[in-house]
């Protein structure tokens, strides 16, 4: 049962332009959010999160928005730059419980290609 | 500094070889994590130890999975008589304790034929 769900595969954007990917989930008992990216070959590193009692976070250029109401969360990316060509992951997680600490359930990834 | 390292990257098994990951987490971080990735999808959580003691493991797929940390250090996830389905990217990340930011080390693609 897929609780994270990242419905675009894939996203092409110009160089200088906002990149935004989305992300939606089911299980309202997640409470806190990370994006991660992952270049080819390497395991994905953590870029920003947002704990629910939030719904921005901002560091630089990457933007988070969460809507509890909707259980939707975007990253913003402005200006995207050819170097953020990646795979995006977006990871939830059920922190008020020491079972779920941790253990975060991820989308299957966006793959974005920015173009000069 | 180190960050988190995986040995082998690449391993070739026969369909009902046993293997054995193994995964070397960030000096001092207590948390550590495995994760399964297969083809096109992200990561699906497998198991995770704080310090030696194997907190959680209701992610492993099958009885065949087994994963340790004897000395809350270097952890090694072995899987016993492979499948054609185990094929995937083995992911490990380690944590300090109490913090959500796992950081994850490049994975060992495992191909069973």
């Known amino acids: 049962d897929q609780q994270v769900k990242q419905n675009s595969p894939s996203l092409s954007v110009q160089e200088g332009r906002i990149s935004i990917l989305n992300c939606d989930y089911t299980?309202?008992?997640?409470?806190?959010f990370l994006w991660y990216k992952k270049y080819p070959a390497e395991g994905p590193t953590f870029l920003i999160s947002?704990?629910?009692?939030?719904d921005k976070n901002e560091d630089g250029r990457f933007t988070v928005f969460l809507n509890k109401s909707a259980k939707h969360l975007s990253l913003h990316i402005v200006p995207s730059q050819p170097g953020d060509s990646a795979v995006y992951f977006c990871?939830?997680?059920?922190?008020?419980?020491?079972?779920?600490?941790?253990?975060?359930?991820f989308g299957a990834g966006t793959q974005v290609v920015v173009t000069p | 500094g180190a960050g988190v390292s995986q040995s082998p990257r690449y391993k070739v098994a026969k369909r009902g070889q046993d293997v054995a990951l193994r995964c070397d987490p960030i000096?001092?971080?207590?948390?550590l994590f495995w994760y399964q990735q297969a083809l096109g999808q992200g990561p699906e959580f497998l198991t995770y130890f704080q310090n030696e003691a194997q907190l959680d493991k209701s992610g492993l797929p099958s009885d065949r999975f087994f994963a340790e940390r004897p000395e809350g250090s270097v952890s090694t996830l072995k899987i016993q008589r492979t499948q054609q389905e185990d094929s995937a990217v083995y992911l490990c990340?380690?944590?300090?304790?109490?913090?959500?930011?796992?950081?994850f080390g490049p994975g060992t693609r495992l191909t069973v034929t």
């Open positions: 990871a939830a997680s059920g922190e008020g419980s020491t079972d779920s600490w941790g253990k975060f359930q």
């Open positions: 299980n309202s008992m997640f409470d806190y």
């Open positions: 947002i704990s629910s009692i939030k």
């Open positions: 000096s001092g971080h207590v948390s």
């Open positions: 990340a380690s944590s300090l304790v109490g913090s959500h930011e796992q950081y």
